[in-house]
């Protein structure tokens, strides 16, 4: 994967520094030297790269009660008319429920992730979403349980 300013490729060891870093962005600079069996000046270097490069822009932290957990999650796929794609997102973004969204490939142009604390407030925003004057088809699906996320 190429990193966001030059056209140099992440190798072996920097891939599975992000994903300690993903695991943990806490975890001790010798603690990650240690894991991928390098030099922690080398670890160093090689963060040191990649905040300067683009490819990490920052640390965050994940709480363990996140405050959007007790809330209904829903995906949204949406159809849209390409000639409309920016009145859409302007339309999309004045949604407060609206928690991302992303442009992406195949069948549908976007996805939209929307958290309320009722399933008639979810319907309500699918509702608004669908009268958006350039949106052709929606798809939705509502979380149940998460498996996984890091």
Not at 8 to 19: G, M, Q
Not at 118 to 132: A, C, F, N
């Amino acid at each position: 994967m190429p990193d966001m300013t030059t056209n140099r490729r992440l190798d072996e060891i920097d891939r599975a520094l992000l994903a300690l870093l993903t695991a943990n962005a806490r975890e001790p600079a010798a603690s990650l030297a240690r894991k991928l069996g390098i030099a922690r000046s080398t670890l160093q270097d090689r963060l040191d790269r990649m905040e300067r490069d683009g490819v990490i822009s920052g640390y965050t932290v994940r709480m363990a009660a996140e405050p959007d957990a007790e809330l209904i999650t829903a995906y949204v796929m949406l159809s849209i008319n390409p000639k409309l794609a920016d009145r859409v997102v302007r339309a999309l973004k004045a949604i407060p429920e609206l928690r991302a969204l992303h442009a992406v490939s195949g069948q549908y142009d976007l996805l939209a992730r929307i958290c309320a604390e009722k399933t008639w407030r979810i319907d309500e925003i699918l509702d608004r979403i669908g009268h958006i004057q350039g949106v052709e088809r929606t798809t939705s699906s509502i979380v149940l349980s998460t498996k996984v996320e890091r």
